[in-house]
């Protein structure tokens, strides 16, 4: 149905306010002036103005394909794009061209979207902060802000910018950053335990995490196959409606998409909350979460009470085993995932030919780094003979009953959860890279690693900034499927707090009325 | 010295008869160029994803059936480990946890006895039969210290058949795999030939005293065709009875058979016992079979593979054409066996019955020793035969109506054999083979001969 909402990007460029080309071209000026924060691995510049002057000669026939016609777009470096390459932040597959688009790379340029290049992450997709890629850590945008600036002044002393940033949060850092310093309308990330949301809450803006079977994964180089899932990360929740309509659906190529008919759907302007009933889970008062997010957490509770929702302590009893049971099962499936990198059809191979099995372990010990090396062996020694039962079915079970408290809660009545996305705000890059990427990854994804267990759909929506002048966002966890509900409770939400935009100096200096107005964030 | 008891048992992976491979879109051919037959997903490229041929869940099921196995409406997928240059994913998918098929069995027959006249029915129990992916082709280049890959079999359906050790000899474990070998092939699920590599076997042997557990076994690779798989595990039953007759213990390895010096050799061995790290495979979600009762009432007919659908469409299986034929034409089940053993002699056999007043049981001889014995021994197929069934059946013709002896008709088939052109009658004519019917011209003929010969008759006479 077609949208009532005005659609302020798109319908610029509907009444040829602004062209699909100098969209780009802005989008591209801008991606260069804020190089240093590394979002991007690949800017995809040619073949990005070639698809806007197709965007904009349908324009001018008055034919665009859809709202996200000409809308440029960014995609993390784990989604294939043909002829783009795909590396994962890994040396792997430094230079590897693949032949195919994933399906929702596919469907975002079957609708018009302007490609702008492929964006920064942790490597495979291995981590909590952006930082473990092979080409550099990303850069939070939020470290340039004026807001996080002016609340560093007030420190004792004057610190070099270069070592005060801090990090994005991961793995999907560079879609966050992208999204977030404006230089794309909307990025994809992928979802295994939390690599969507986290970076959404570190960045300020709106991070979907989709219901398990939702979205295809056909071309998503995959993590876990049975947790991940593409994310969407954009800077309002309709934003995040409409492209999860544009990639929703059965896929033929992907047998654990749901065959049932996806209907796009329209938000609604919530205004009356009172028939909803919101759970906070008492779990998520996690060991280690800030008062700032503590208070926050409460606060929004309060704004659903006022309003007239019912709002209830629920528990999920089995969260404090879920790291474990992910570690267990991430591993074991990163352990088979990784096997089919022999240096033998595509990517890296090592010069070692004294045998095949050699040419393999060089290859391997070259092209993978540390944490992708760690998750190997410990996958493989859980799906050892001997230890399968004890782990890998063990875990299997605890995941039933992690996904079954959430059964328990929302029959009870519940339609949400509310909770916090991450334990406090950005850290400073100096001090996260203190403790390795599997202490850290067990610290951040504690709030956000039981919905992908569950296979939930779950979204992170900016709430305010923190002391420091940082985004802090809260989580919505809704029911499986129900993304229309989980997406209006969040827009009504997100309504209320009127979370403030980043005052970015690159940003700024470019001109246009399009970057200067809050409600031009979006495009839809 | 104690008797032992040999046991054996076999693995058979079938390659399915379809148009694309187990997992993806590409085609399945025999004899491509190198490489031309691979897809996204067979390359192992990132992120593709399997997606489930329907025509193979049906071949697995029709398989099922026919060997009375019970089809679990259930199965499962999953991933088994191992590096190799063939196997692109590092991973091959197949059926560990719970296979497509459970606990049939197989009929098979054999000529035992002195002129192997007898014929004695024996059964080998299936334990079950799983679907999996057939891995690419490595050729080995010593001279140039390099691997050569060709992924276009890599990904191929393949029908995995257990059978339980219940057999004891090479000569059972080839009929066995002969009767298995007919069925497939009359079901058209796999055309299981050996020599292109679409029935592969292996043997597991070992040996026991009476009464005692069984003893260690090993596995037997590379036999390429079932004349091989005789030899194979006739030679490693009484290699492993030497063996242990001196003294010696059998390791469980895995042997190849070397056709060319008749035995088994221990393979390269890999070091210590490979771990395949078995996991389910998390991108096919189970496999979920219906029947009649089963089926639900709007299902999309397209995306159900039903159970008691294909039951009722199942061919004849051999065993029941044999039945067939030895009530319909009233041959021995010794006939009917050698008829559906040899490609098309069956057709060939009803094409002449059905061209001749002669009757079945008379013409089977003619075509069992006369036909089949010329056929072997240049080596020839049926299809290939210089005589065709209404050249033989005009022959047969012939002695029907006594227009010549059987003596006669040998020397005009002998004739025929040659592949003249001519047809039997025009041969008759030519060597003056008509038997005469005229009871005064045989008299003349015998009168002539005892004239000849009188030394002779004189000597009978006198005794």
Known sequence: ?524 | LAPWVPVVGLEIHAQISSNSKLFSGSQVQFAAPPNSLVSFFDASLPGTLPVLNRRCVEAAVMTGLALNCSINKKCLFDRKHYFYADLPAGYQITQQRVPIAVNGNLSYSLCIGNKMSQMVTRTVRIKQIQLEQDSGKSLHDDTRSQTLVDLNRAGVGLMEVVMEPDMCCGEEAAAAVRELQLILQTLGSSQAVMAEGQLRVDANVSVHHPGEPYGVRTEVKNINSIRYLAKAVDYEIQRQIEELENGGTILNETRAFDSKLGCTVPMRDKEGKQDYRFMPEPNLPPLILYDAKSLPANMNHQQVVNIDWIHERLPDLPSVKRAKLVEQYGILPEHSFILLNEDGLTEFFENVVRQTQMMPRKVIGWILNDLLSYLKQHSLTVKESPVSSSLLADLLNLLEKKEISAAAAKQVLAELWKGEGKTPLEIVKEKKLELIQDLKELEQICQAVIDGHENEVIMMVLG
């Open chain 1, 1 to 524: 149905p077609e949208s009532r909402v005005h659609l302020q990007v798109s319908s610029a460029l509907k009444e040829g306010q602004i062209t699909p080309t100098e969209l780009c071209q802005r989008c591209l000026a801008l991606i260069k002036s804020t190089k240093f924060l590394n979002a991007y691995i690949t800017v995809a510049e040619e073949t990005a103005l070639k698809q806007a002057e197709e965007s904009e000669k349908r324009y001018s026939k008055g034919q665009p394909l859809g709202v996200l016609d000409g809308i440029p777009i960014a995609v993390k470096d784990n989604f294939n794009t043909a002829g783009i390459e795909t590396t994962c932040a890994s040396n792997m597959l430094k230079g590897y061209i693949s032949p195919y688009n994933a399906t929702v790379v596919q469907k975002l340029l079957d609708q018009g979207a302007v490609l702008l290049g492929k964006t920064n992450l942790d490597e495979f997709a291995m981590g909590s902060g952006s930082t473990d890629g092979v080409f550099g850590p990303v850069r939070n945008p939020w470290s340039y802000s004026r807001q996080y600036k002016e609340k560093s002044l007030s420190k004792s002393h004057s610190e070099d910018e270069e070592s005060n940033w801090v990090i994005t949060g991961g793995s999907s850092g560079g879609s966050a950053a992208a999204v977030s310093s404006f230089t794309c309308f909307a990025a994809l990330g992928s979802d295994t335990g939390g690599s969507t949301r986290n970076p959404a809450a570190h960045c300020g803006v709106v991070g979907l995490k989709p219901t398990y079977g939702l979205i295809s994964r056909h071309g998503l180089i995959p993590l876990v196959n049975s947790m991940d899932v593409p994310g969407i990360l954009t800077r309002c929740v309709d934003d995040a409606a409409v492209v999860l309509g544009s990639l929703a659906g059965h896929d033929p190529k992907d047998s654990t998409t749901i065959q049932d008919n996806f209907k796009p759907f329209e938000l609604p302007d919530l205004t009356d909350v009172s028939k909803l009933s919101i759970g906070i889970p008492k779990e998520y008062h996690a060991p280690g979460l800030s008062g700032e997010i503590l208070a926050l957490w409460s606060k929004a509770a309060d704004l659903f009470k006022n309003a007239g929702a019912k709002v209830t302590d629920v528990s999920l009893p089995h969260t404090r085993y879920s790291i474990v049971c992910y570690h267990v099962l991430c591993t074991a499936e990163v352990a088979s995932n990784m096997a089919r990198f022999d240096g033998l059809e595509y990517g890296h191979r090592s010069d070692m030919n004294k045998s095949t099995e050699s040419m393999y372990a060089a290859t391997r010990r070259e092209g993978f780094n540390d944490v992708v090396r760690g998750r190997i062996l410990s996958g493989n020694y859980f799906l050892l003979k001997q230890n399968y039962e004890n782990y890998f079915i063990k875990a299997q079970k605890v995941r039933r009953l992690i996904a079954n408290d959430f059964l328990k809660v929302f029959r009870s009545g519940v339609d949400i959860l509310l909770t916090p996305t991450t334990l406090s705000d950005a850290a400073p890059y100096m001090e996260f890279i203190k403790e390795d990427n599997r202490t850290r990854s067990a610290q951040d994804d504690i709030l956000t690693q039981a919905a992908n267990m569950a296979g939930l759909p779950a979204i992170n929506v900016p709430a305010a900034l923190s002391e420091r002048g940082l985004p802090i966002g809260l989580q919505f966890i809704g029911r499986s499927f129900q993304e229309k509900q989980l997406l209006t409770v969040a827009k009504w939400f997100e309504k209320q707090v009127k979370f403030p935009m980043i005052q970015l100096e690159e940003v700024k200096r470019l001109d246009p009325g399009v970057f200067q107005h809050q409600q031009s964030a979006s495009f839809s």
